[in-house]
Structures are given as structure tokens and as C-alpha cells.
Nanobody, 114 residues
Framework: QVQLVESGGGLVQPGGSLRLSCAAS????????MNWYRQAPGKERELVAG???????NYADSVKGRFTISRDNAKNTLYLQMNSLKPEDTAVYYC????????WGQGTQVTVSS
């Protein structure tokens, strides 16, 4: 079983940057595919970015070129660097770990507003 704790959310102006972190504990972090999802009010949860245990990455079209997902297996931590933020990026961002079953963090709020 994996426990996930997100941090790094907050209020930022359009065009600004934030870096989200997801600290994992309870299992072997390196074997998990890791993902960032987000859910805006009134919308379904959507995949933002993913990284496999081997380091391959994928992104939603809406964030390509602006967001970067990475992982540090030595620190059991997943990251999401978010640049050139837009108001439509406003959402609760969730960390997800997947290896036959999936685990979720509690989420961190990101608000992009002037």
C-alpha cells in the first residue's frame, strides 16, 4: 500500500509558475507508474501528466510545453513543474500511483487568477 501527500499548491497570477510535489511512503516507489490528475469545479477528473517506472512521460495536450513531470526515486517524490499558468489550469491536483491497483493523495488546490 502507498500513502501519497501532495504539496505546493496555491494562488498564482496568470503566466506564473508553481511546482507541485507528491511524497510517497509505504511501498517501493520506483515500481509505480505515477500520474498527476486534476479536477476543476463541475468537471470530471482528468489526466494531466504521467511518468512510468522507466521514466517515460506523457502529457495532456492542454499542458504540453508548459508542464513537466519528473520523479526522484531516491526521495520517493513525484513533481509537477507548471509554467505559463492559465486561469483554466485552476483545479485540485491529485497524485496517483499505479501498479495493478491505484492509490490517490488528498489533493492540492491550484488557483490561477489575477
Amino acid at each position: 500500500q502507498v500513502q501519497l501527500v501532495e504539496s505546493g499548491g496555491g494562488l498564482v497570477q496568470p503566466g506564473g509558475s508553481l511546482r507541485l510535489s507528491c511524497a510517497a511512503s509505504g511501498s517501493i516507489f520506483s515500481i509505480y507508474a505515477m500520474n498527476w490528475y486534476r479536477q476543476a469545479p463541475g468537471k470530471e477528473r482528468e489526466l494531466v501528466a504521467g511518468i512510468t517506472s522507466g521514466g517515460n512521460t506523457n502529457y495532456a495536450d492542454s499542458v504540453k510545453g508548459r508542464f513537466t513531470i519528473s520523479r526522484d526515486n531516491a526521495k520517493n517524490t513525484l513533481y509537477l513543474q507548471m509554467n505559463s499558468l492559465k486561469p483554466e489550469d485552476t483545479a485540485v491536483y491529485y497524485c496517483n500511483a499505479a501498479h495493478f491497483v491505484g492509490y490517490w493523495g488528498q489533493g492540492t488546490q491550484v488557483t490561477v487568477s489575477s
